[in-house]
């Protein structure tokens, strides 16, 4: 099944981190919704969120929006991780933030909840802060050290 399932009111999707990106877009048009990507990507769920979403807007257009709800991983060692869908705000520290766009490097995405929007709805747009900064040399050694312990 390409979308798990979906739940209209939260405008939120399940899907398996290996279903191809393009058949969730098709599958969400049957319900008139969509992920709003700016380019298509050739791949899965979790191959686009490990190379950052491309093609997703940025988060900094709308920092109440967010990409991901909720999310189960495999971690490097074989650990699952869970969280649990809930707003970003809501759930303590922002675990998404080891998977996305770092191409695997902490584990894997197994499955997401993805946030979906209306198709025609223009979202709101509200930019406030410089969009991916470049990591300095200590940001760069804590991942590393991050990346050693997982």
Known sequence: MTVRSIDRPSLLAEVNGTTSLADVELTLGTSDLTLDLSAPFEGTVSAWIA?????????????ADHLIAGFVAKLADGRELVV????????GPDLFALFFGTEGRFGEITSAW???????????????AHPDPPKNAD???????IAKVL
């Open 51 to 63: 190379a950052g979403a491309p093609g997703s807007r940025s988060p900094w257009l709308d920092p």
């Open 139 to 145: 940001e760069q050694a804590l991942w590393d050290a």
């Open 84 to 91: 649990r869908p809930a707003p970003r705000r809501a759930v």
């Open 114 to 128: 993805l946030r979906v929007h209306p198709r025609g709805v223009k979202r709101p747009e509200t930019p406030f």
